[in-house]
């Protein structure tokens, strides 16, 4: 629990004076407990900051892992189509849910995760795209499963991401999961003629 309010002050914090004004002393008045007790848990600001990422991207891997069981144990019954539209409400909804607190964990992620941990959590989730696209009815045969879920969670992520990162007012989930479904859709379509162009 203490870990928690930890990450949960920081997050705050970056909302509130931004990483570069947050201390370690801040953390701990904001969690209420003492600055030894933070020390304890986390040995600087960069591991509080590494953790907290880590434990956000999780809860967007656990949402998209609940996703993608229910496409897996409806045994081959949704269209590729049906498919990408759950992913992309799932991503959106979870990462805009988050507002600000994703933004502001999305601009210090590459600075504090190590590049072995963050390449492990980005792959799991093109793990788990793939997963779900490839159990489609109507997923072409040949296709190269592991690049096509690859560049279909990256057109999600970066959209998402991008968009969180720049944009002055971010649009409602659901006008965001069409813009994600109009792009995701134009990849698929296109990788999908080149296969049929190849067989």
């Known amino acids: ?11 705050l914090l970056l909302l509130e004076k931004g990483y570069e004004k947050t201390s370690m002393r801040d953390i701990a008045n904001v969690a209420g407990v003492s600055v030894g007790s933070v020390y304890q848990y986390f ?9 907290t990422v880590r434990t956000w991207v999780r809860k967007l891997s656990t949402a998209l892992s609940s996703a993608v069981d229910e496409v897996v144990q409806a045994e ?3 269209t590729l189509r049906e498919i990408t539209r759950l992913l992309a409400q799932t991503q959106v909804h979870t990462m805009l849910e ?3 607190r994703w933004r502001v964990l999305s601009s210090i992620e590459r600075r504090v995760s190590p590049q072995l941990v ?15 696209l490839t159990s489609a009815v109507d997923w072409p045969e040949g296709l190269h499963d592991a690049r096509v879920a690859f560049c279909a969670y990256t057109v999600v992520d970066a959209l998402v ?8 007012a971010l649009p409602s989930a659901d006008v965001m999961v069409e813009e994600v479904l109009l792009a995701l859709d134009g990849y698929l379509h296109a990788v999908r003629q080149s296969n049929a162009r190849r067989e």
């Open 43 to 51: 040995p600087g600001k960069e591991a509080v900051a590494a953790m």
């Open 76 to 78: 081959g019954q949704r």
């Open 98 to 100: 988050g507002g600000g």
């Open 1 to 11: 629990m203490t870990s928690i309010a930890i990450q949960d002050a920081f997050v």
């Open 161 to 168: 991401k991008q968009t969180l990162l720049v944009s002055a």
């Open 118 to 132: 963050y390449n492990r959590l980005y792959q799991h989730n093109v793990n788990l795209f793939g997963k779900a």
